[in-house]
Nanobody, 129 residues
Framework: QVQLVESGGGLVQAGGSLRLSCAASGRTFNNYVMGWFRRAPGMEREFVGGFSWSDGGIYYTDSVKGRFTISRDNAKNTVYLHMNSLKPKDTAVYYC??????????????????????WGQGTQVTVSS
């Protein structure tokens, strides 16, 4: 069993930055595919970015490219989402997720929620204008 716990959300002004953390416990997840998703009020959960531990490939949705960066700390079993130049439209609950059945990120699969079997509880990010 894997537990994922996000932290680092908060209120920030437009143009500001936040770093979200996703700490895993219960099992090492350094062979899993990891994803970050977000859900804005009244919207479906949408893909933000993801990566494969195994080959180091990192992928982002177009709306965050150049502003968000995913990194990892193997020793701490933690994944980070660095968010810069935040915009009000980035306001959402952010979730990290793990697909324990895959070692390679495939966009057609891993940009949707259905292929992830572990989810964190989410952390709120609010960007004021």
């Amino acid at each position: 069993q894997v537990q994922l716990v996000e932290s680092g959300g908060g209120l920030v002004q437009a143009g500001g930055s936040l770093r979200l953390s996703c700490a895993a416990s219960g099992r090492t997840f350094n062979n899993y595919v990891m994803g970050w998703f977000r859900r804005a009020p009244g919207m479906e959960r949408e893909f933000v970015g993801g990566f494969s531990w195994s080959d180091g490939g990192i992928y982002y949705t177009d709306s965050v490219k150049g502003r968000f960066t995913i990194s990892r700390d193997n020793a701490k079993n933690t994944v980070y989402l660095h968010m810069n130049s935040l915009k009000p439209k980035d306001t959402a609950v952010y979730y990290c997720a793990a697909d324990s059945r895959s070692t390679i990120f495939l966009r057609v699969m891993h940009s949707t929620t259905s292929h992830y079997d572990y989810w964190g509880q989410g952390t709120q990010v609010t960007v004021s204008s």
